[in-house]
């Protein structure tokens, strides 16, 4: 976005033949940065990356200087470890004040880890602007069972009026709720769902016919 961030001069990515190793690497604008360093000067030691403060519209804006995709504060904390013969992962990420399509949606938290080569662990949730819903399960590199992937999908809440940004001005004046649980398990191809989600007392407005809707 041709913004000006300040770069540390002293960082250095050293590579060898046992890998590499990454000392005071960060990169700063305002209360912004994103840091990443290794554990110990060593190579393939264990590195974490560590983002505070990160506009997602520094990114957004690149793909459209129009529209407003997306914006909100993103802070991760990720530690990488390629020394055994997968690499592990531990990562933690929030999105804060969470915007899409100019439409507020509330907070994203995410949790990504694993201990095996295979199976990855996955958490996200949505919380604020009347929205409660969490996704948690796992993701298979290798099928287990015929599935790529098993995760249990809760709602409690889920705000209508925040998912109106997502449809490009195809609905207006929303609101109430979708509630419900739902297994979601299979592959990219071929998912399976098992459960039910309901409406709440959900309004909205169809911008095309500019008529209103009711579902209970």
């Known amino acids: 976005d041709y913004d000006r961030w300040e770069v540390n001069s002293q960082n250095r990515l050293v590579f060898g033949p046992a890998g590499f190793y990454i000392r005071d690497f960060a990169m700063n604008k305002d209360n912004q940065s994103i840091e990443v360093n290794s554990q110990r000067p060593e190579f393939n030691a264990p590195f974490t990356v560590n983002i505070r403060n990160f506009l997602l519209s520094n990114v957004t804006r690149m793909i459209s200087r129009d529209t407003l995709i997306a914006d909100g504060y993103l802070n991760a904390k990720a530690d990488i470890d390629l020394r055994d013969s997968f690499p592990k992962l531990n990562a933690n990420a929030s999105v804060t004040q969470l915007i899409a399509y100019n439409q507020p949606v509330g907070n994203l938290e995410l949790q990504a ?3 095996t080569e ?6 996200l949730k ?6 409660d819903l969490t996704l948690s399960g796992n993701y298979f590199l290798q099928p287990v069972d015929s599935n790529e992937f098993k995760f249990d999908l809760n709602v409690n809440a889920l705000s209508l009026k925040s998912l109106q940004g997502f449809t490009f001005g195809s609905i207006k004046n929303s609101s109430g709720f979708i509630r419900g649980k739902v297994n979601i398990s299979g592959t990219t191809a071929r998912p399976r769902l098992l459960g039910e989600l309901h409406t709440d007392q959900l309004t909205t407005t169809v ?10």
């Open 118 to 123: 295979n199976i990855y662990d996955g958490l």
């Open 207 to 216: 911008t095309m016919l500019n008529a209103p809707f009711t579902m209970p």
């Open 126 to 131: 949505l919380t604020g602007n009347d929205n």
């Open 113 to 115: 880890k694993n201990e």
